[in-house]
C-alpha cells in the first residue's frame, strides 16, 4: 500500500532518532575518562546532544512550512551523517560536542517533521498505526543502538568510536530513501497546489481528505502567517506541552542514556552491565509493536491511562530497591525491563502520534515544534541532573527514581480528567470537537 510504504521511509527518521538518543549510553563513561570530565561536565557532554533537540524542534516548524516536509526531512538526514562522521573521527572534547550538537538537531527536527507529515498523509483509520510507526522506529533505533554498543565492547579503546560512527549507514539509506516520497499534499493545499494534492490522496486512498480540500483551505484561512499564540489555540497547547513534559518526567531519557551506569549502580559487571540494556530495547520494541496494534481500536487515552499505572508499580519498585542499598539489588534489571514495557505501551506509543493529530493545518509545524521543544527542554533537565544527583549522593538512585514516580501519578490524573480521544476522526474532526474553528 502506497501510504504504508512512504509512511515507513520517513519513520526512518525515527530510527536514527532512537539510534542517536541511547548509542552514547555505550561511550559515556569511557568518554568521561578520556577527557578527565567531572559529573557536572559529563552531564553536560551527554547533554549537549539535547540542547541541540530543544533548538532543532524550535527552529524546524519553520523550513517545514516555508519549503515542505519533504526538503526539510531531506536536510535532516545531511544533519545525521555530519553527526555520525565527526563523533566517530574527532580526538578533541569541543569538537565532539559540536558533533552531537548536530545530531541532536536533526533529532529535534525529526521529531517534529517525521509525525507531522506521516500524520499528514495518513488516511484517518490507520493514521494511529502509521504515525505510530514513527515511535516504533525509535525504539528499534534504541534496540539496535544497544546491542551494537554490546557487540562493539570488545573492540578496545576506540571501540566508542565504531559505537557512534556505525550510524553513518543508516544515515544515508534515509537520505537516499526520501528521494522516492511525494510532498505531504496536506503542504501542498496550503499552498494552493490542489491538484498536486488531489492526485496523493488518491494514490493514498484517503478520499475523507479529497472531500475536505475546500474545508483545508478554510481551516488554512491564516497561512504560513498565522500565529499559534492567538488565543484560538489553548487547548491544544496545553495539552501538548503537558503531554511533552510528563513523557521526560517518566525518567525515559535518564534511563536510555545511562543504562549500563545504573547496571553497574546495582551491582552487575561491566560486560553484563552492557548486555542489560539490550533486554530493555527488546522489551521497548515487543511492547511498542503491540501497542501500535491496538492503539487505532482502543484509543489513545485508554493506552496513556494502562500505561500510567505499570510506570507507577515499577518506578516505585526501583525507588525502593535503591533505599535499602546505594547500589540497589540485580532486581533493578527486572523493574526497569516493567517500567520499559509499560512506557512503551502507552506515553512512548502516543505522545508523537497525539501532538501531530491536535493541530490544524495552518499551525500544525507551529504546534509539532512547541510539544518537541518541550520534551526536549524537559530531556536535557533530566539527562543533565541524573550523574550529578545520583554521584552527589548515596541515596541519589533513590530520590530520582521516587521522583519519576510521583511525577508519573500526577500524569495519570492529567490524562483521566482533562485529555480528549482523538482514535478514527479525521484532523479536520478533531479540530472542531476541540473548538477551532
Given at each position: 500500500m502506497y501510504a504504508l510504504r512512504i509512511s515507513l521511509i520517513a519513520a526512518l527518521?525515527?530510527?536514527?532518532?532512537?539510534?542517536?538518543?541511547?548509542?552514547?549510553?555505550?561511550?559515556?563513561?569511557?568518554?568521561q575518562k578520556l577527557w578527565s570530565l567531572s559529573s557536572g561536565w559529563q552531564g553536560f557532554t551527554v547533554a549537549s546532544s539535547l540542547i541541540g533537540t530543544v533548538i532543532g524542534s524550535l527552529l524546524a516548524g519553520y523550513p517545514a512550512q516555508r519549503f515542505g516536509r519533504k526538503k526539510t526531512l531531506m536536510g535532516i538526514a545531511m544533519l545525521y551523517l555530519v553527526s555520525a562522521i565527526g563523533c566517530a573521527l574527532t580526538g578533541k572534547w569541543i569538537l565532539?560536542?559540536?558533533?552531537?550538537?548536530i545530531g541532536g538537531l536533526a533529532v529535534g527536527a525529526s521529531s517534529v517533521v517525521g509525525p507531522m507529515y506521516i500524520a499528514e498523509i495518513a488516511p484517518a483509520p490507520m493514521r494511529g498505526r502509521?504515525?505510530?510507526?514513527?515511535?516504533?522506529?525509535?525504539?528499534f533505533g534504541i534496540f539496535v543502538a544497544y546491542t551494537s554498543n554490546f557487540l562493539f565492547l570488545g573492540?578496545?579503546?576506540?571501540?566508542?568510536?565504531?559505537?557512534?560512527?556505525?550510524m553513518v549507514l543508516p544515515a544515508a539509506l534515509f537520505a537516499i530513501l526520501l528521494r522516492t516520497i511525494p510532498e505531504s499534499p496536506r503542504w501542498l493545499v496550503l499552498n494552493n497546489r490542489d491538484e498536486e494534492a488531489r492526485k496523493i490522496f488518491e494514490r493514498t486512498g484517503d478520499t475523507e481528505a479529497m472531500n475536505n480540500i475546500m474545508e483545508e483551505h478554510t481551516l488554512a484561512a491564516g497561512g504560513t502567517k498565522e500565529s499559534l499564540f492567538n488565543g484560538r489555540y489553548r487547548k491544544?497547547?496545553?495539552?501538548a506541552v503537558l503531554l511533552a513534559m510528563f513523557n521526560q518526567l517518566a525518567g525515559i531519557n535518564a534511563i536510555l542514556y545511562y543504562a549500563p551506569r545504573i547496571f553497574e549502580m546495582a551491582g552487575f559487571g561491566q560486560e553484563k552491565a552492557f548486555l542489560q540494556p539490550v533486554y530493555i530495547g527488546a522489551a521497548n520494541l515487543l511492547f511498542t509493536l503491540l501497542a501500535m496494534s491496538l492503539i487505532d481500536r482502543f484509543g489513545r487515552k485508554t493506552l496513556l491511562i494502562i500505561g500510567s499505572f505499570g510506570m507507577i508499580l515499577f518506578l516505585g519498585l526501583t525507588a525502593l530497591a535503591f533505599r535499602?542499598?546505594?547500589?540497589?539489588?540485580?532486581?533493578?534489571?527486572?523493574?526497569?525491563?516493567?517500567?520499559i514495557a509499560f512506557f512503551a505501551f502507552s506515553q512512548g506509543a502516543v505522545i508523537w502520534v497525539f501532538i501531530s493529530e491536535i493541530f490544524p493545518n495552518s499551525v500544525r509545524s507551529q504546534g509539532g515544534a512547541l510539544g518537541s521543544f518541550t520534551h526536549w527542554i524537559m530531556a536535557a533537565i533530566i539527562s543533565w541532573t541524573f550523574p550529578v544527583i545520583v554521584e552527589g549522593s548515596e541515596?541519589?538512585?533513590?530520590?530520582?527514581?521516587?521522583?519519576?514516580?510521583?511525577?508519573?501519578?500526577?500524569?495519570?490524573?492529567f490524562?483521566?480528567?482533562?485529555?480528549?480521544?482523538t482514535k478514527g476522526k479525521s484532523l479536520e474532526r478533531i479540530q472542531k470537537e476541540l473548538g477551532i474553528e
Open positions: 527518521g525515527g530510527f536514527l532518532f532512537g539510534f542517536e538518543t541511547a548509542v552514547i549510553s555505550g561511550a559515556e563513561k569511557t568518554i565532539f560536542v559540536i558533533s552531537r550538537f502509521l504515525a505510530g510507526s514513527f515511535q516504533l522506529n525509535i525504539v573492540l578496545g579503546d576506540d571501540s566508542w568510536r565504531w559505537m557512534l560512527g556505525v491544544p497547547i496545553m495539552f535499602e542499598s546505594a547500589t540497589g539489588n540485580t532486581n533493578v534489571l527486572y523493574y526497569l525491563i516493567g517500567f541515596r541519589g538512585g533513590y530520590y530520582s527514581f521516587l521522583f519519576y514516580c510521583v511525577m508519573m501519578v500526577l500524569h495519570l490524573l490524562v483521566w480528567k482533562f485529555l480528549p480521544e
